[in-house]
């Protein structure tokens, strides 16, 4: 159990429509980094949030995006759904500090996996 | 050529046996190596991180890094059946386990 949570688990949408994913960071972490999992392929990182601002894009168009808010929570955000959307979306939590560059072990939580039909 | 490479398997090895699973990376300013086991249907777990060429051991795991022919390895010692499972490699090119870079993963099956 690594303290993260993603909402929901599993998600079925139609081509064309909106999806949020939701990510509760672990207590104490202040990054949070997204990633999406197709079927046998490993993850691909989308973004990064820090302290509710975009640290880093992933190969990626912009109908994906996100939000942290105060808490550092995270929410992504896919636009226009397209059917090789389909995959687990992973979000991953961790401390950093950029001044020093510290930053402690990320970790993933359980995924959200997305369906596009 | 992809970022990191790794053979996709299946690797079947016997049960107490030693497990090689190996990750060729082309970035050369990688600075930080992982190695995560995924279980089907659930998310990556970290189980080694290394940083400096040699090798690391953690119980059973080693990992092996040559920053020199950019090659990672990961040993597992006195394989069990819950090793069964797909190994990913990652790299970063900074320190730290986030933005991270993953291969496809290699799927490893412990037969008993």
């Known amino acids: 159990e690594t303290g993260v949570t993603q909402s929901p688990t599993h998600l079925i949408k139609t081509r064309g429509q909106q999806v949020t994913l939701r990510c509760s960071s672990q207590?104490?972490?202040?990054?949070v980094s997204w990633y999406q999992q197709a079927l046998g392929q490993g993850p691909q990182f989308i973004f990064q949030?820090?302290?509710?601002?975009?640290?880093g894009r992933g190969n990626f168009p912009p109908r994906f995006s996100g939000l942290q808010f105060p808490n550092y929570s995270s929410e992504l955000n896919v636009n226009a759904l397209e059917l090789d959307d389909s995959a687990l979306y992973l979000c991953a939590s961790s401390f950093s500090t950029l001044f020093t560059g510290l930053t402690t072990e990320a970790f993933f939580g359980q995924g959200t996996r997305l369906t596009v039909v | 050529q992809k970022e990191v490479e790794q053979n996709s398997g299946p690797l079947s090895v016997p049960e107490g046996a030693i497990a090689s699973l190996n990750c060729t990376y082309s970035?050369?300013?990688?600075?930080?190596f992982f190695w995560y086991r995924q279980y089907s249907g659930k998310s990556p777990e970290l189980i080694m991180s290394i940083y400096s060429n040699g090798d690391k051991e953690d119980g059973r795991f080693t990992a092996q890094l040559n920053k020199a022919s950019q090659y990672v390895s990961l040993l597992i010692r006195d394989s069990q059946p819950s090793d069964s499972a797909t190994y990913l490699c990652?790299?970063?090119?900074?320190?730290?386990?986030?933005?991270?870079?993953f291969g496809t993963g290699t799927r490893l099956t412990i037969i008993p």
């Open positions: 990652a790299v970063n090119r900074n320190f730290g386990n986030e933005k991270l870079t």
């Open positions: 970035d050369r300013g990688s600075q930080s």
């Open positions: 949030y820090y302290r509710e601002e975009e640290n």
């Open positions: 207590s104490g972490h202040n990054t």
